[in-house]
């Protein structure tokens, strides 16, 4: 005889619960899964503007400048380096993309438009998440597995004002520098490959890089900067400060789920939170 899904005990793991769920009940899985990210998303904006409101403190000067060196300069030559090989292939396509048509020409503002608007601060931000972010998210969990945060409590340390405002401050600092920095090398990197090694010309090159950027798309590059710092500096000291309170594990697995759930939400907000301030600044 077949039994109902209904009378199917539930299974004891998170995973198998889910599962369980979505086959018996989709609708209030689906239901139950949008709840849990509305939740969140909620909490991550308390948190945030908690940590906001704590970063104007006494002695936060030296943790922030700890913490743009961190994030910021231990950042730069992995910016360098994606930057010159970025700009070597954006100017190696577009110049076969314009030869073409015969406008080899508006090579410098095909690669400085792209770089200084998208590129730059999209693939600095997904740079900085995957070095900086992560160990940030790792380092914050650790501290919360070991009761190091609770011992700041029992100290009367604010972990907030300890921990996060510092790192949210750096980081919106350090993202618009660094964004900058891999503009002008991205630049460079596509005068390397399209003037040097294919032969365009270099006067027409620089003049269209000048001529073509405008301070009005320089703006919108760092106003998507900060957006992505706020995003990133939030999610990954989120995802570490509450990784104690993850159901599907506990320990040291705990701070590696924290740390890749880190990096992934951080990495899909940076696409999706891209998509709408480009709409909102057109």
Not at 70 to 89: C, E, K, P
Not at 226 to 244: E, K, L, M, N, P
């Amino acid at each position: 005889m077949a039994l109902k899904a209904n009378s199917l005990p539930p299974p004891k793991s998170e995973t198998g619960w889910w599962l369980f769920m979505l086959i018996s009940r989709p609708f209030a899985a689906i239901g139950r899964v949008a709840i849990n990210g509305i939740d969140n998303l909620g909490a991550a904006a308390i948190f945030l503007i908690l940590a906001l409101l704590k970063i104007i403190r006494p002695k936060q000067l030296s943790k922030i400048v700890q913490q743009i060196y961190y994030i910021g300069m231990r950042s730069m030559m992995i910016i360098m380096l994606v930057g010159l090989f970025t700009g070597m292939v954006l100017g190696l396509q577009t110049y076969y993309a314009l030869n073409k048509v015969g406008a080899q020409g508006a090579l410098g503002t095909l690669v400085s438009l792209t770089l200084v608007s998208e590129l730059g601060p999209v693939l600095t931000a997904i740079m900085i998440t995957a070095r900086a972010g992560s160990a940030i998210s790792a380092e914050i969990g650790i501290q919360r597995i070991s009761e190091q945060i609770d011992a700041l409590y029992t100290m009367r340390i604010d972990p907030l004002r300890y921990l996060v405002s510092p790192r949210i401050a750096a980081a919106v600092i350090s993202f618009p520098l660094l964004t900058a920095l891999f503009d002008l090398i991205g630049i460079i990197g596509g005068y390397i490959s399209g003037v040097l090694l294919l032969g365009a010309n270099a006067g027409t090159y620089y003049y269209r890089v000048q001529t073509s950027l405008y301070m009005k798309d320089i703006y919108d590059g760092f106003i998507k900067t900060i957006v992505f710092a706020v995003i990133v500096a939030t999610v990954c000291c989120y995802q570490g400060y509450f990784a104690h309170m993850r159901t599907d594990s506990h320990g040291a697995k705990a701070v590696g789920l924290a740390t890749t759930s880190a990096v992934v939400i951080s990495c899909v907000l940076i696409l999706v939170s891209d998509y709408v301030v480009t709409s909102l600044l057109m």
